[in-house]
């Protein structure tokens, strides 16, 4: 019930209560609490904008664009990750209750890797034509002198 003793009672007075941690009042008789009931919990994609009291319940805030909160207990929403590593690519966008998801682009790493393998054999090809021709058109001037 969420109820606890804050006065116990005398010949004098009465016994007073008040709520438990984490309750708020909700049927009061001068300044004893007769009811209880736990304080609201925010959902996924909100935050905790004020933590509750006994006189008043919590409050939530949706969060904003491009952060989270997936269980609606933060008191801050988190930032969704960024993808921006290399070879990195976003595999599942964020939403205000879930964070965005990055995985390996291997895709992409392996064109990378094959065209850099091209372009050296490419490179590697000229040369060795360059090479070889320089030899021919030397060694046929040789021969005519």
Not at 22 to 46: L, S, Y
Request: aromatic share 8%.
């Amino acid at each position: 019930m969420g109820l606890e003793t804050r006065r116990k009672c005398f010949s004098t007075n009465n016994t007073v209560c008040g709520c438990d941690q984490g309750h708020i009042c909700v049927t009061e008789e001068g300044d004893n609490c007769a009811k209880c009931r736990p304080h609201r919990v925010c959902g996924p994609g909100q935050r905790v904008q004020e933590r509750g009291t006994e006189r008043r319940d919590t409050e939530c805030a949706d969060c904003p664009p491009g952060t989270f909160s997936p269980g609606g207990t933060l008191a801050q929403c988190q930032p969704w990750t960024q993808c921006s590593g290399w070879f990195q690519m976003e595999t599942e966008p964020g939403t205000q209750s879930t964070d965005a998801t990055c995985s390996s682009s291997w895709g992409f790493y392996l064109l990378c890797v094959f065209s850099v393998f091209s372009v050296i054999v490419v490179a590697l090809v000229l040369v060795l034509w360059i090479t070889v021709k320089s030899r021919r058109s030397c060694g046929g001037r040789g021969h005519g002198h």
